[in-house]
């Protein structure tokens, strides 16, 4: 069995020869734009071709949902700094972004995702605990999955987690983490009830309402039980404070292939990303399959679909 130095060895090693191979897939920030307009231009275009009948509504949820997941990458990739560092770019992204997915606003997503890092699969993993990691499955954790506001009302038990490690002398999570800035909370309540709206107004029969829900809701809707769920369940609960090796399973089975389609295969992927954080989503794709052996045999879990039965926890912790 390797350590998670080799593991990260490997993983830079193959990222340097796909670039080598292949030189445009190093250019970040024309990749990351180009990226960025063509899931806008995408979303426009099916859009239209909805709107005038050409397109099925099915194949414009799913291809809206295809362009969202492009859009959500990239805001990953931002929150860590990858590319596209000017702050009027920066700022133009990610409110683009924040309005599309119609979820948690980036600055916010981005105390939270930074803390994921350090106190991944802990207590205060506040970005799991949100989407419902360390949950039984049940009604909560299903409408965590398909509706991510649900999630908040786990957030009152994660202050407190948070304020008991503070005072206990801990390390702790920035605190706009778990408490939003007036602006950035007026709106994610205004884009967290759009779909409340659209759906109340669809079934009075507005005419406005039915665009509404075709064309945003529900293909985040369903990018977002994908991701949710693929996301909650490569990630553990009950593990040592810090070790790589434990915090994600590789979850590539079968089983998770069309959930893999809509989140740029985030159960298999989002392990590599542990190990090595500085690496543009597109490379960490393409890196897995070099590098998934090697994973493994440094005792990363495979397939343990048993996680859903233990809700997130390892096989020596059920």
């Not at 802990?122 to 999955?145: F, H, K, N, S, Y």
Request: glycine share 8%; with cysteine.
């Amino acid at each position: 069995m390797t350590g998670p130095a080799h593991v990260r060895a490997a993983i830079r090693r193959e990222d340097e020869a796909l670039v080598v191979a292949h030189p445009w897939l190093g250019r970040d920030d024309s990749v990351a734009a180009g990226g960025f307009v063509v899931a806008l231009a995408l979303w426009g275009a099916l859009a239209a071709g909805w709107t005038t009948g050409w397109i099925p509504t099915v194949l414009a949820i799913v291809g809206i949902g295809l362009a969202i997941s492009v859009l959500h990458e990239l805001e990953h990739d931002l929150i860590h700094d990858l590319y596209l560092r000017n702050p009027a770019t920066r700022l133009l992204l990610f409110t683009v972004i924040w309005v599309s997915k119609g979820s948690l606003d980036p600055w916010s997503r981005g105390h939270m995702h930074r803390w994921h890092h350090v106190a991944s699969g802990q207590e205060d993993d506040i970005e799991e605990r949100l989407i419902g990691l360390g949950l039984p499955w049940g009604p909560l954790r299903l409408l965590i999955a398909l509706w991510p506001p649900i999630g908040l009302v786990l957030q009152p038990g994660l202050k407190r987690t948070v304020r008991a490690r503070l005072a206990a002398g801990h390390r702790g999570p920035d605190p706009r983490a778990y408490q939003f800035a007036p602006h950035l909370l007026l709106g994610n309540a205004l884009l967290f009830g759009m779909p409340v709206v659209a759906v109340v107004a669809w079934l009075q029969g507005a005419a406005w309402a039915l665009p509404l829900l075709v064309l945003w809701v529900l293909p985040n809707t369903l990018r977002h039980g994908c991701i949710a769920t693929l996301s909650a369940n490569s990630h553990y609960v009950d593990i040592r404070r810090g070790s790589v090796v434990e915090q994600n399973q590789v979850l590539d089975h079968p089983l998770f292939w069309p959930l893999a389609v809509m989140s740029w295969n985030f159960g298999a992927t989002h392990v590599v990303h542990h190990y090595l954080v500085r690496q543009p989503f597109w490379r960490r794709t393409l890196v897995f399959p070099r590098v998934r052996q090697v994973l493994i045999d440094a005792g990363v879990p495979h397939n343990d679909l048993g996680t859903f039965r233990r809700a997130n926890r390892p096989p020596a912790a059920a």
